[in-house]
């Protein structure tokens, strides 16, 4: 279970606080455990000592990175049930996708451990012409410096990890604010962080709410910020000054069923009910709109609810439940809201649509009008709507009449449906006989449009992280 309190981490070191802060149970809604607020100087303090780490963790080795990663990924084997319980509690996670997400913090320091030693430059061949006879040019990546992180709810181990983990590979000191309603799992990296020889001030893990983290965000000491969240990222952005920026901003996620996919529609439903409810939909690649070919559309519908009303919801501890709740009751209400508004519209409720507290059951609509919330924004719940299509170029342009384009998905046998749907697809990924639900923590995961700009991805943090020198050499 949880401990009574935890601390916060200021330049590696465990801090206690008289001011505490709450984390609920997100089912009971009882008080799980509470952390310690860091007072009003220690942001500053976070600061100064991740600048005076730069020059530290700089020359702190590949080798020597790569050994701090792996000791965590030890560690967070060992310490998989508390971490994935945790997880459980704190954010109402399904047991079962906790353990899951606890792999996947383990994998993405693995995969970082390896790429540790793997910050390359290249050689270029710079004799383009005969004015440039005996000149050679090299290049290397250095770390940028001080970096700040700011994380959401959602994934409070992996997307933290994602963050965490590419920072140490590229030698960079950071700041880390992870959501005030998700803190503990990040709390816990800093303990293990803090049992390694990092040099001092190499992180701090500071328990902000959302109006403290200015610092973060404004502080030109700062050289990258790297945000995961809502809309609010691009005005984070414009107050950031000069300093790098990477965003990861929400999408509503579309899946497209081909006419050819009728003879495997087990399959294609299975996935898509994963999509779309996996951890309450409250993920940014949550299978939010549905676009099946008009001779398959009513065989898919028919079978896509009967398959959704036989998930099971309730308290996500126990390990035959699929559905837990959303994060607060705010978020089921907002919602339910956008769902009680696109039925008014003309909407139609195939299953679902109900909700207790912060219990939302799991919603399917068809009919949703194209200017109604639950189609243009970001759901990020148990929800996801149907419509037919005629023509596979009608499907991309449904899909791409959004003003998000994290990641799609689509199932087809058609090479060329494939193939188009890459080059056509205003998304920054296309899943092919899959659901955008799919991520692996070595791919480069980002959107564009309203859904962020930069990518994530351990190699591709890495390389945000660092900037290139160049070394030209003439032979005399």
Not at 139 to 165: D, E, M, Q, W
Not at 272 to 296: M, N
Not at 371 to 377: G, L, P, T
Not at 415 to 441: C, I, K, T, Y
């Amino acid at each position: 279970m949880l401990n009574k309190t935890y601390p916060y981490y200021l330049a590696n070191q465990a801090q206690t606080s008289k001011t505490m802060m709450e984390v609920y149970d997100k089912y009971s809604g009882k008080v799980a455990t509470r952390v310690a607020v860091p007072d009003a100087g220690a942001t500053e303090k976070a600061i100064k000592a991740a600048v005076k780490a730069a020059g530290p963790m700089k020359d702190f080795r590949p080798w020597a990175r790569q050994a701090v990663l792996q000791h965590c990924a030890k560690r967070f084997e060992e310490r998989k049930d508390e971490l994935a319980m945790a997880l459980c509690v704190e954010a109402g996670k399904p047991i079962k996708d906790s353990a899951g997400e606890v792999t996947r913090l383990i994998e993405t320091f693995r995969i970082a451990a390896e790429e540790a030693v793997r910050v390359n430059g290249e050689t270029l061949n710079l004799e383009l012409a005969s004015r440039l006879d005996g000149y050679h040019g090299y290049t290397k990546r250095v770390p940028l410096g001080p970096v700040s992180f700011i994380t959401p709810f959602n994934f409070p181990l992996n997307l933290v990890a994602h963050k965490v983990a590419p920072a140490i590979a590229a030698g960079c000191p950071f700041v880390l604010k992870p959501s005030e309603k998700t803190p503990i799992g990040a709390l816990i990296i800093g303990e293990i962080l803090a049992e390694t020889d990092l040099p001092k001030g190499a992180f701090s893990v500071l328990t902000l709410d959302g109006k403290q983290a200015g610092p973060l965000v404004e502080d030109p000491r700062f050289k990258l910020l790297s945000f995961t969240g809502g809309q609010i990222g691009w005005d984070l952005k414009a107050r950031a000054g000069h300093k790098k920026v990477t965003l990861e901003l929400g999408g509503n996620a579309a899946c497209i069923v081909d006419a050819d996919q009728k003879s495997r529609l087990d399959k294609v439903i299975e996935r898509l009910v994963f999509g779309a409810f996996y951890q309450s939909g409250q993920s940014c690649i949550s299978v939010q709109r549905i676009y099946a070919h008009e001779s398959l559309y009513d065989e898919l519908k028919k079978r896509l609810v009967d398959a959704v009303k036989q998930l099971k919801a309730g308290d996500p501890k126990k390990k035959d439940v699929f559905l837990g709740p959303m994060i607060d009751e705010a978020a089921a209400q907002r919602l339910q809201g956008w769902i009680d508004e696109a039925q008014k519209a003309g909407g139609k409720i195939l299953c679902g649509g109900k909700r207790k507290g912060n219990m939302l059951e799991a919603t399917l609509m068809e009919n949703v009008p194209k200017d109604a919330k639950a189609n243009r924004m970001e759901a990020f719940g148990p929800f996801a709507l149907l419509a037919p299509f005629k023509r596979i170029g009608d499907a991309i342009a449904m899909v791409n009449d959004s003003d998000y384009g994290l990641q799609a998905g689509i199932f087809t046998d058609s090479l060329d449906h494939a193939m188009r749907a890459w080059n056509e697809l205003e998304q920054g990924g296309v899943l092919v006989n899959d659901v955008p639900s799919f991520r692996v923590d070595n791919m480069p995961y980002g959107g564009v449009k309203l859904s962020g700009i930069g990518r994530e991805g351990v190699r591709y943090a890495i390389e945000d992280m660092t900037e290139i020198r160049l070394m030209v050499i003439r032979d005399i």
